[in-house]
């Protein structure tokens, strides 16, 4: 399950880990004009763990889902 959220500056997506026999916590992400955040809070520790992408990295991400094993330069 996912949830979207347009705000004025950003977008926020989070997804929930509704249907896993464990539960993880849930993932938020916020796109902006200037990169992409991963936010996870830790449920039992309070702990909030944070992954910082630029556009262009985000987009590498994007694309190496749907590629094969082995080494790529950007274009």
Do not use: K, W
Not at 6 to 35: M, P
Not at 46 to 55: K, P
């Amino acid at each position: 399950m996912f949830t979207i959220e347009h705000n004025h500056d950003e977008t926020v997506v989070t997804l929930i880990d509704d249907v896993a026999a464990v539960r993880e916590d849930d993932v938020r992400f916020l796109l902006s004009e200037t990169g992409v955040v991963f936010m996870q809070v830790n449920e039992e520790t309070g702990a909030t763990h944070r992954v910082s992408l630029s556009l262009t990295q985000f987009d590498n991400m994007i694309a190496a889902l749907n590629l094969p094993e082995g080494a790529y330069a950007a274009s």
